[in-house]
């Protein structure tokens, strides 16, 4: 069966320093991959989403970056945290040529100070 | 264009009422309509999904009705209990291959189901 995991799960960060946070997925070739950020009490922010290694399409200009190196792994990069960048992060998964499906991941939830 | 709306954004029912949540879609090329539920701390997960060439579809207590030609669809929950109290998020997906099938979620209708 398919599980994805996503690290780490709580993170408190001061502003300027660097986030990294990793998504993988077991159980499944060449899925699409997505990262959604959801602020407090709000809906799903769509971020980036990939098709294939090393292709990234960002849906919202920002502070932000993806990276895709290997077939199951999404990273989520920013070199310099600020205050509005606190959220909790959801990499998602959905088997290729099935549609609308996504899978969640537990979320990151990041604090910025 | 792309846009989902629903409504409304709290609801509070006692246990054993029918919940009832709608969204409104603007975008004909959607073609599979799914409903999240999300416990606080937690990924969302899928519920239950419709796709246009039906107007209903019942899994246990969830219902989803879809009415193609108001382009709306909307979420029941039948004999609702305390377990239920989360939040639910609609979401409308166009056809595989199609600007990477992403789909496009609505704002979240929080839920709380008194005991």
């Known amino acids: 069966s398919q599980t994805i995991h996503q690290w780490p799960a709580t993170l408190v960060q001061p502003v300027g320093s660097p986030l990294s946070l990793e998504c993988t997925v077991e159980?499944?070739?060449?899925?699409?991959l997505y990262w959604y950020r959801q602020a407090a009490g709000r809906g799903l922010q769509l971020l980036f989403y990939s098709v294939g290694i090393g292709q990234i399409s960002s849906e919202v200009p920002q502070n932000l970056s993806a990276s895709r190196p290997q077939d199951r792994q999404f990273i989520l990069s920013s070199k310099k945290l600020l205050l509005s960048d606190s959220g909790f992060y959801l990499c998602?998964?959905?088997?290729?040529?099935?549609?609308?499906?996504?899978?969640f991941g537990e979320g990151s939830r990041l604090t910025v100070l | 264009q792309q846009q989902v709306k629903q409504s409304p954004q709290s609801l509070i029912v006692q246990k054993g009422g029918i919940p009832i949540i709608n969204c409104a879609y603007e975008n004909t090329a959607f073609d599979y309509f799914p409903w999240y539920q999300q416990f606080p701390g937690k990924g969302p997960a899928l519920l239950i999904a419709i796709r246009p060439d039906v107007s209903e579809k019942k899994e246990g207590r969830f219902t989803i009705s879809f009415n193609k030609s108001a382009k709306q669809f909307s979420l029941h929950i039948m004999d609702s209990q305390p377990g239920d109290s989360a939040t639910y998020f609609c979401a409308a997906s166009p056809p595989v291959g199609t600007s990477g099938s992403r789909l496009t979620f609505g704002e979240g209708t929080q839920l709380t189901v008194n005991p």
């Open positions: 159980g499944t070739s060449n899925p699409n």
């Open positions: 998602a998964w959905r088997g290729p040529g099935v549609p609308g499906e996504l899978f």
